[in-house]
């Protein structure tokens, strides 16, 4: 059985940074890349970014570049995400999702509030 | 950046009515479209892979179609289970870009 589990619910102040786990299990960690989505409260789904676990090559959307770092543990079977310079706007439910060529398995999400 | 641009963004309905919805990319995609259904507080869950494949486990009630820019998903014979927000995906390239999302809700 295919699993991602993400890391809890996250409160940040403007300006700090997160780091978002996404632990997978049930699959080889190192024939699929994972991405991250977040999704704002209301609204729809944004494409952050994408990790290939073996070697660790990524890919960022644009708005994110220089502020999302994105991390792979083989020894753990763990991808990490972090974001840095919050702000509000940011505040989002993230979630990470194995991709064979098409994101199938995704992670419960990760809530994180940025506030003040 | 390919845009997605689906409609309608609401679609009121009955249990047991025929719906679709539609997703145009501003570019060609090829095939490369997922269709998601999401309830309140639960993740995306993927429906159909390569714009037409029916991903495992899901009811055969739906169906994709489309290829290039254009892109439909119908469901048949609506069930009470069906009342959730759909989005559109594409992944022919980075960054991988989303509908806006439809609610489709109890008419």
């Known amino acids: 059985q295919v699993h991602l589990v993400q890391s809890g619910t996250e409160v940040k102040k403007p300006g700090a940074s997160v780091k978002v786990s996404c632990k997978t299990s049930?699959?080889?960690?190192?024939?699929?890349?994972i991405h991250w989505v977040r999704q704002a409260p209301g609204h729809g789904l944004e494409w952050v970014g994408i990790i290939n676990p073996t070697g660790g090559s990524t890919t960022y959307a644009q708005r994110f570049q220089g502020r999302v770092t994105m991390t792979s543990d083989t020894s753990t079977t763990t991808v990490y995400m972090d974001l840095s310079s919050l702000t509000s706007d940011d505040t989002a439910v993230y979630y990470c999702?194995?991709?064979?060529?098409?994101?199938?398995?995704w992670g419960q999400g990760t809530l994180v509030t940025v506030s003040s | 950046d390919i845009q997605m641009t689906q409609s309608p963004s609401t679609l009121s309905a009955s249990v047991g009515d025929r719906v679709t919805i539609t997703c145009r990319a501003s570019q060609t995609i090829s095939g490369w479209l997922a269709w998601y259904q999401q309830k309140p507080g639960k993740a995306p869950n993927l429906l159909i892979y390569e714009a037409s494949s029916l991903e495992s486990g899901v009811p055969s009630r739906f169906s994709g179609s489309g290829s290039g820019t254009e892109f439909t998903l119908t469901i048949n014979s609506l069930q009470p289970d069906d009342f959730a927000i759909y989005f559109c995906q594409q992944y022919n390239s980075f960054p991988y870009t989303f509908g806006q999302g439809t609610k489709l809700e109890s008419k």
């Open positions: 999702a194995r991709v064979e060529t098409y994101p199938d398995y």
């Open positions: 049930g699959y080889t960690f190192t024939n699929y890349y």
